[in-house]
């Protein structure tokens, strides 16, 4: 039998490792006891082995291979095992109807081989190996034909100017069928080196992790992974394996070149900035890491192996940068026909324009060709304009930085360009923050009839609807941030909301939009603003929480003034605390960004709480120092008048500190992430430990305002978890079984049970408009009406009902006061600002990226 080449180069490697990539789930397994032990070590040997066998599997007859990659091993190994039968691959992000009209491939592979038929209906060209989309973020069937020669002598290139060597190990952070991620596998398993499959983003913890146990020498980045290291504080990072990062994709601002060279150089691994295209298999230039910070604007020499001409620009007097070498494509495709087409292209013409500097360096100056980056992806300007004609628009496209501008002229339009913008980022495949439209009566021209560029990338953008304006400045006003801060894709979570800002939030949103979805919390600013105003028969619909809060907040004054005696408002108040925080904090955010929204609702409850204990220290001894620190309850004194007045915020700032840093841990939070409410229940049975011991149950009136409330805590936050009537059905079972006996009175217990039961079971309630806004009020100041009614309502003697008016009053008032001084003195941090300025663009990059949409 005949040993393909391919296999024959893995087998010379033998027992070397080729690939690290994740072991398949088991049913029955736990959780990995470390991150080494969460991965399948793959030799080249038996990578080899696997490789045969696909192409065995694909018989002896050469075809069309059509391949739907991710990082994974499956997907390396048909691609390699496809090239091994002398096939022919067409490797995406996935099998469009688009590319199977245009291609009909022979065989489809979206995780399983299909054969469509057993012989080819294709004319191959023999020298014809791969197929490569140049522009599918726009869905063009337009492919880049590459030969094996070409895929061999490009891997050489960049395997011999990184000084790739068998004790290298990269982290496959680019897709598989992006051609930049592509040729870190090429270059790797060229000299024998060792690739970790993951599609970890580099926001995740457990990627770092990875790289540090795995002893990862390299990774690819793109200009949007370098935001990404920026937000995760990859400059604090000790990675004593870490040789080099590469960086491709699209243009890297000068001074962020500078800064990572700079990094690089003191942390002791180097920063290649690179330039290619798929027309060259990948590369074409490199910049030596010695000077990049003092040239961070070159793309530096070619590759060896090419060269570069630099050739003139009709009627212009710029000059075009040409490539030549072994790596430039065959040539493209537009059609199955084209399949059998040999060389086409000798030389290929970048569409940039450049010089060179005296220094022998290359530098892009401009661009001629139709083609923006923006975002990461590879937008075709001229078949994004035919797509918006065919959409009943007429526009001129073109980009601004990282913004694609779209001016389009005003008779077919409504809506202050929203129309506009939604078809472009449903054509183009960029989010709507990344559109610019401009509406004009007629599109600007040059005296030869082309459009005028320079003045479409001046035209002022198109005023939002009413409706974007007033969502987005509701947020803003709501959570204290800039306005520039909200973009359409922010979440009321991405923008750090939790519950101390959920109920002015919702309160006015259901004012704006008229009725309020319960998953609200989780929807975007555009979907948001794409909910149609509706209209109520009766009050409005007032989340379940905030009235607990407010119903709460007076039944504890109320008790502890002496208008009655209705106690237990408290544990609820604990429990609908837990709800919150598993709403809140608990999202798919990476978990130092969890960790920082945990932290942050302690925060706002901690210090005010402090800030108003200290201040009380200067003209009265009703508190002591144990109590600004809100450790009253574990450092004592346990005897003093006023040892049990701060007892809830003490545990519940206790509570949400504990629960953040415990998912901080990677295994609890990948158990957590893995099915939420098991984790929750967990939680909700070692948390009960502490209402049951040895010898008998614990009483209220031992331990009634004790830590060891935390089951209530962990009721709420397996209730919010809860997806099932089954899931709610055992909550509510073990709260019903678990609450009599705990207190002192079966009064207390009714109304705890009453008010648990209304928290697990109807997300929101609709009570009169009125009644809404006052519940609303008094929820959102119930920390400084606890935190003030101490010395309030004494004030008033016997007057009780006016006590109880006057501390709800200056609650609020002092709700009111801190709010507007917390916006006004900007205690947004500007870290805070900075990584929301990111998140909208960080989550739609990794969401595409995921769903195979990032190409070039």
């Not at 086409?344 to 450049?354: F, Q, S, Y």
Request: with cysteine; hydrophobic share 45%.
């Amino acid at each position: 039998m005949t040993i393909s080449p391919i296999v024959a180069h893995l087998r010379s490697f033998d027992d070397r490792i080729a690939v690290l990539c994740p072991r398949p789930p088991s049913a029955g397994v736990t959780a990995p006891n470390s991150v080494a032990d969460d991965v399948r070590r793959v030799t080249y040997a038996q990578l080899a082995t696997l490789v045969e066998e696909y192409a065995a599997r694909l018989g002896s007859h050469r075809r069309l291979v059509a391949l739907a990659a991710r990082n994974d091993i499956g997907s390396l190994v048909a691609y390699l095992g496809a090239l091994s039968a002398g096939c022919v691959v067409l490797l995406a992000a996935e099998i469009t109807e688009e590319l199977l009209g245009a291609y009909d491939p022979d065989v489809v592979d979206a995780g399983e081989p299909i054969a469509r038929r057993v012989h080819s209906a294709h004319d191959l060209h023999p020298d014809l190996a791969l197929l490569l989309s140049t522009s599918g973020s726009t869905g063009s069937p337009k492919l880049v034909r590459l030969s094996a020669a070409n895929l061999l002598s490009n891997a050489s290139a960049i395997a011999e100017y990184l000084s790739i060597g068998r004790d290298d190990r990269a982290a496959t952070t680019l897709p598989l069928f992006y051609c930049y991620g592509l040729s870190v596998v090429h270059s790797h398993l060229l000299r024998g080196a060792s690739l970790l499959l993951t599609e970890r983003s580099v926001l995740d913890d457990e990627f770092w992790d990875q790289v540090r146990v795995h002893r990862i020498t390299s990774f690819a980045t793109v200009p949007y992974t370098i935001d990404l290291l920026d937000r995760v504080g990859f400059g604090r990072m000790r990675l004593p394996d870490l040789r080099y990062i590469t960086q491709a994709g699209g243009r890297l601002a000068p001074q962020r070149v500078r800064d990572y060279a700079e990094l690089g150089a003191r942390s002791g691994w180097d920063f290649f900035v690179m330039y290619g295209q798929t027309e060259a298999t990948a590369r074409m230039a490199y910049l030596p890491p010695h000077l990049a910070a003092a040239h961070p604007d070159c793309i530096g020499v070619p590759i060896p192996g090419g060269r570069f001409t630099l050739e003139k620009v009709d009627d212009d007097s710029a000059e075009e940068l040409v490539y030549h070498g072994p790596n430039v494509m065959m040539g493209y495709a537009q059609s199955s026909a084209d399949l059998a087409l040999g060389h086409t292209v000798e030389a290929l013409r970048t569409g940039d324009l450049a010089r060179r500097t005296s220094d022998g360096l290359y530098q892009v100056v401009g661009r001629r060709s139709r083609f923006a980056k923006i975002f990461g992806l590879r937008i075709d300007l001229q078949r994004l304009e035919s797509r918006m004609a065919a959409a009943g628009f007429t526009t001129s496209c073109t980009e601004s930085g990282d913004h694609l501008v779209v001016a389009a002229e005003r008779s077919a339009i409504v809506g202050a360009g929203s129309e506009v913008t939604a078809a472009a980022a449903r054509l183009s495949g960029l989010p709507a923050a990344a559109i610019r439209s401009c509406l004009v009566d007629e599109l600007p021209r040059l005296a030869n009839g082309k459009p005028d560029y320079p003045t479409i990338r001046n035209l002022p953008t198109a005023a939002p609807p009413a409706t974007t304006r007033n969502i987005r400045a509701l947020y803003a006003d709501a959570l204290g941030l800039e306005h520039a801060l909200i973009r359409p894709d922010s979440t009321f979570v991405d923008l750090g909301g939790n519950s101390l800002t959920y109920i002015t939030t919702s309160a006015r949103l259901e004012r704006a939009l008229g009725r309020l979805p319960t998953d609200w919390p989780a929807l975007t600013v555009a979907e948001l603003e794409r909910i149609p105003r509706g209209t109520s028969t009766f009050g409005r619909a007032l989340d379940t929480s905030t009235l607990l809060r407010a119903v709460g907040i007076v039944l504890i004054l109320g008790s502890h003034i002496g208008i009655y005696r209705l106690w237990g408002g408290a544990h609820v108040l604990l429990g609908a605390a837990g709800f919150n925080f598993a709403r809140f904090a608990m999202s798919a955010a990476p978990r130092a960004e969890r960790l920082r929204h945990g932290l942050r609702t302690a925060a706002l409850i901690a210090i005010p709480t402090a800030c108003w204990v200290a201040l009380t220290l200067t003209f009265s001894d009703y508190y002591s120092w144990q109590n600004v620190l809100l450790l009253n309850k574990i450092l004592g004194p346990q005897d003093s008048d006023t040892a049990g007045h701060l007892w809830f915020i003490e545990v519940l700032v206790l509570f949400i500190v504990a629960a953040a840093l415990l998912v901080r841990m990677p295994l609890f939070d990948a158990l957590e992430r893995r099915d939420p409410f098991w984790f929750a229940m967990a939680l909700v049975v070692v948390t009960l430990l502490f209402r049951v011991q040895p010898f008998g149950l614990y009483s209220a009136h031992d331990v009634p305002f004790s830590p060891l409330a935390c089951w209530f805590f962990a009721l709420g936050w397996a209730a919010a978890k809860a997806r099932t009537i089954w899931q709610r059905l055992l909550v509510s079972a073990i709260m019903l079984a678990s609450v009599p006996g705990y207190f002192d009175g079966p009064d207390r217990e009714r109304l705890v049970m009453a008010g648990l039961l209304l928290l697990f079971w109807l997300p929101a309630v609709r009570v009169p408009a009125i009644a809404a806004a006052v519940a609303a009020v008094l929820a959102d100041s119930s920390l400084f009406v606890y935190l003030l009614h101490w010395q309030v309502y004494p004030l008033f003697g016997q007057h009780h009902g006016a006590a109880l008016l006057a501390s709800l009053g200056a609650g609020v008032l002092a709700t009111s006061m801190v709010t507007g001084l917390r916006r006004r003195s900007g205690l947004e941090s500007q870290d805070f600002r900075r990584r929301l300025l990111r998140q909208s663009r960080d989550q739609y990059v990794s969401r595409n990226r995921l769903a195979g949409k990032v190409i070039e």
